[in-house]
């Protein structure tokens, strides 16, 4: 029993596999939005923000928390630096402040395989971040499910600019326990944000139910 139990908390092919993947979703993924963002608002990154406070400031504290106002708008001495923007601020400030229009079957459905249009493609990389492999720190991936994730999530990231022989490094370099351990912290840190943010979404719908409960 006490190997068995050991061996849970061993590195093995699977547990590089499920690493791997976290990586390219989360590395891949934030950079491929951060090329759409940029073609899409290729000027001044601080003119573009200060263009679109006042939108932005409608979904302070509801959608976009206080860490990620304070990476859109930080205060003095500290810098502006996309590169701060983690996945979900990305997706927020590309269906709000880009010209997006959601497709017909909403922004939280994965869409239709054969559409690989870019709003299609950003719904897709969140999705497999928050949904489709939400379970796999902690867990390993077989080598037959790594090939098929691999290409699913490979295919969107291409199309939004991430250079194939890139992905290509990715899976086939050795993935020691130094960046294994830094990937599952910042998974596990994105984990905490997305369940504070629907916990925080609960407690409005119940507020907004309860004051329209109160007799009139």
Same mark, same amino acid.
């Given at each position: 029993?006490?190997?068995?139990?050991?061996?849970?908390?061993?590195?093995?092919?699977?547990?590089?596999?499920?690493?791997?993947?976290? =990586?390219?979703?989360?590395?891949?993924?934030?950079?491929?939005?951060? #090329?759409?963002?940029?073609?899409?608002?290729?000027?001044?990154?601080?003119?573009?923000?200060? =263009?679109?406070?006042?939108?932005?400031?409608?979904?302070?504290?509801?959608?976009?928390?206080?860490?990620?106002?304070?990476?859109?708008?930080? #205060?003095?001495?500290?810098?502006?630096?996309? #590169?701060?923007?983690?996945?979900?601020?990305?997706?927020?400030?590309? =269906?709000?402040?880009?010209?997006?229009?959601?497709?017909?079957?909403?922004?939280?459905?994965?869409? #239709?395989?054969?559409?690989?249009?870019?709003?299609?493609?950003?719904?897709?990389?969140?999705?497999f971040r928050n949904e489709r492999f939400g379970h796999i720190p902690g867990t390993a991936v077989s080598t037959e499910d790594f090939k098929t994730f691999w290409a699913e999530v490979s295919l969107p990231l291409v199309r939004l600019g991430i250079d194939q022989n890139e992905i290509n490094r990715l899976e086939n370099e050795e993935c020691g326990e130094k960046e294994r351990t830094r990937i599952l912290n910042e998974w596990n840190e994105s984990d905490n944000k997305i369940l504070n943010a629907v916990q925080d979404l609960h407690h409005d719908i119940k507020q907004l139910f309860t004051k329209d409960e109160r007799p009139r």
């Open positions: 029993m006490a190997n068995n139990s050991s061996s849970l908390l061993e590195t093995s092919d699977e547990t590089i596999n499920g690493t791997k993947l976290m =990586r390219l979703i989360l590395d891949g993924g934030t950079e491929a939005l951060r #090329n759409v963002f940029r073609g899409i608002h290729p000027g001044n990154l601080q003119v573009v923000l200060s =263009r679109n406070q006042g939108i932005l400031s409608n979904l302070q504290g509801r959608i976009i928390k206080r860490e990620q106002w304070d990476k859109l708008y930080p #205060n003095p001495p500290k810098q502006l630096d996309i #590169n701060e923007f983690d996945i979900t601020l990305l997706s927020v400030l590309l =269906r709000n402040i880009c010209g997006l229009s959601p497709p017909g079957s909403g922004w939280d459905i994965m869409p #239709n395989a054969s559409d690989h249009t870019l709003k299609a493609d950003n719904i897709r990389i969140k999705l």
